[in-house]
């Protein structure tokens, strides 16, 4: 059954940002989802490197040395639907993104460095826009609709966090949103989607198909169709996260060994990749998934896109995709290749650590990384790791239950 939530909720606060790309974008087109014209770093921009790779190049070192890569076989095929992003679209969108998204910080802890005997950083996105990672892809997709097209909105289905980010991204330009989401979706996810003026329509996990419904009001309003990961420039967008993993950590005169990503589509991982291999081809990149949704692990085993047999059953609804997306999985296979589960016992401690040494609330499929991280499924003793905090929008009577 599908019902419909008003948009006039309970009015919830968010961070406002004075921006210049916030009223306009000019300079930005939809060709082939894909932007067009000079996609290099800005020569004024000071956080950006000075040489950027794209993709084409991280491809061309397939079985060489450490950052060696999967053969073309590997890579996707023909059938593949839309043009895969490369790392120079990760840095045409952190400059869309700059002063609009947060630069969110990498925060360090003397006691998870002693219990992990590694030096670790943490990418906390639960102090992003709309508390997760989700708004930058959002924004970035949104901002390539051409004026003439944005009348109609966008459409999208998410279980909360892309929600919300699409919710934020259309009311700082000026458009309609209308969001599909399940009826059992966190209450506090839905109201704030509500809240930042998008029509809420709901359906259930079990018996309806999210994408259907999805298409079918974006066709009969003439809107636009914003996925949560499988689009070029939503990867693009998430992959600002691991841009500034690498610009923060150089500052400090360090490089990453080991970077783990909380993943369900598998869009941040992806465009974590993008953007990490690019400048630091040695890096082993990790998905971190809740056990019993580890679809990406059993994916990257089998060559193939696995499906999880489980609609629920896990604290960690961020992450309950039934199997990777296909632009994700054709990048990840790629430039990842490797994965871990943490249990829901893990995840609560990795929250409950978060919450009382770092004074941070971390939802629990934000957290899957760090848990992964703190219950030793990945080699990190004497090395740098960096685990993506990727949100924390959760019920606070969840959170209270699970961290008290």
């Not at 999208?156 to 259309?170: D, E, L, P, T």
């Not at 979706?185 to 309806?208: H, I, M, Y």
């Not at 899957?368 to 990190?380: C, D, Q, T, Y």
């Amino acid at each position: 059954m599908v019902t419909t939530q008003n948009a006039s909720a309970a009015k919830i606060g968010i961070i406002m940002l004075k921006s210049c790309h916030a009223s306009g974008d000019s300079d930005v087109t939809e060709d082939r989802g894909r932007r067009t014209g000079d996609r290099g770093v800005r020569k004024d921009d000071k956080s950006a490197f000075s040489v950027v790779r794209p993709l084409s190049f991280v491809f061309g070192l397939a079985g060489q040395g450490a950052g060696a890569l999967p053969s073309a076989a590997m890579l996707p095929s023909a059938d593949t639907p839309s043009p895969l992003p490369t790392a120079q679209d990760v840095d045409a969108a952190a400059q869309l993104l700059a002063g609009v998204a947060l630069r969110t910080p990498l925060i360090a802890s003397p006691v998870l460095d002693a219990l992990t005997g590694a030096r670790v950083f943490l990418k906390a996105e639960t102090l992003q826009r709309t508390g997760s990672f989700k708004f930058r892809g959002a924004y970035n997709r949104l901002a390539s609709i051409p004026r003439e097209r944005r009348a109609g909105g966008v459409v999208a289905f998410s279980s909360g966090n892309h929600a919300q980010g699409v919710a934020a991204a259309a009311r700082l330009l000026g458009m309609p949103a209308v969001i599909v989401m399940p009826s059992d979706a966190p209450q506090g996810k839905r109201a704030r989607t509500a809240a930042l003026g998008a029509e809420v329509v709901l359906f259930d996990r079990a018996s309806d198909d999210r994408e259907a419904i999805a298409r079918d009001i974006a066709d009969k309003r003439n809107a636009v169709l914003v996925p949560p990961y499988d689009d070029p420039l939503v990867i693009a967008g998430q992959g600002t996260v691991g841009r500034e993993i690498i610009e923060d950590l150089a500052t400090l005169g360090l490089v990453p060994d080991v970077i783990v990503v909380t993943a369900s589509g598998g869009g941040l991982t992806a465009g974590i990749a993008l953007a990490v291999k690019s400048r630091v081809p040695g890096v082993r990149l990790y998905t971190a998934e809740p056990a019993g949704f580890d679809d990406h692990a059993r994916s990257f085993k089998s060559g193939r896109r696995e499906k999880n047999a489980a609609l629920t059953g896990t604290i960690c609804d961020a992450l309950m995709a039934r199997m990777p997306g296909e632009l994700t999985f054709a990048i990840n296979r790629a430039l990842v290749g490797e994965g871990v589960a943490a249990t829901d016992q893990e995840v609560t401690a990795a929250m409950a650590f978060a919450f009382h040494e770092l004074k941070l609330v971390v939802e629990p499929g934000g957290a899957v990384a760090l848990a992964a991280l703190m219950s030793n499924k990945i080699a990190i003793r004497g090395k740098i790791a960096v685990a993506v905090l990727s949100g924390g929008n959760v019920d606070a009577e969840l959170f209270h239950r699970l961290v008290a």
